[in-house]
């Protein structure tokens, strides 16, 4: 229990100078202790608990040092505690390697703007060429109307080819509905182009949204 006790109280020695860390320690013998409770460091439990003494909480020297990155150890009396270097054998970039990782960088982002600005230039071309179709689909509505409410207002009687003849059923008639579904059919083209190019368009946000990301 004794060398679980200086275990504990030495861990002072990691949060405060060697001189107040004495008196502290001083003070602390004979004290009794309050409680323990479980410690863990990095998500795994140390072998030995933290404990409370008049309200304050002290850590193992040992887990103190792992929380630091160092390695702690006695000789002759001593506590003795060294960094641990996690990268050992691997050596810093130098400043040719250091210059060489910029330029990539570098590179990299100017390819993203180019790629970003090309984008934005498909973007802009889209738009008009959607604003195009837009207004001639709109036209093309209003032209397919006006002939339809047209054809409901005909006569019963019509001249055709130089001839008074009903118009149901009439030459007439074929050649109005004949124009009538070509312009229906041109409007069905149109808008199979403009969903073809809000597609596309949406396919471009996208892909703008990732190059923006990657800067």
């Known amino acids: 229990m004794r060398k679980v006790i200086v275990s504990f109280v030495a861990g002072i020695l990691v949060a405060i100078g060697t001189s107040a860390a004495y008196a ?5 013998i004979g004290k009794r202790v309050d ?14 608990p933290a404990i409370t003494i008049e309200g304050v909480s002290y850590i193992p020297l040992r887990a103190a040092g792992e929380l630091f990155g160092a390695q702690v150890s006695w000789l002759d009396g001593e ?3 060294e960094k641990i270097n996690k990268n050992v054998g691997v050596l810093p970039p130098t400043a040719e390697e250091m210059a060489e990782i910029a330029r990539i960088e570098q590179e990299r982002l100017l390819q993203e703007t180019e790629k970003k600005n090309e984008i934005l230039m498909q973007k802009s071309r889209l738009r008009g060429e959607i604003q195009t179709l837009q207004f001639k689909i709109n036209a093309l509505k209003r032209e397919i109307e006006s002939r339809e409410e047209g054809m409901k207002k005909m006569p019963e009687y019509v001249i055709s080819n130089g001839e008074l003849v ?11 509905q004949e124009d009538l579904a070509k312009l229906k059919q041109e ?5 199979a182009q403009l969903a073809e190019l809000e597609q596309q368009k949406a396919e471009l946000e996208a ?9």
């Open 24 to 28: 502290e320690v001083t003070s602390m």
């Open 35 to 48: 409680g323990q409770f479980p410690l863990k460091i990095d998500g795994k439990l140390s072998e030995i």
């Open 79 to 81: 506590i003795i505690m």
């Open 166 to 176: 009903h118009y149901e059923g009439s030459e007439l008639q074929k050649k109005h």
């Open 187 to 191: 409007l069905a083209d149109l808008e």
């Open 207 to 215: 892909e703008l949204q990732k190059h923006e990301a990657a800067q």
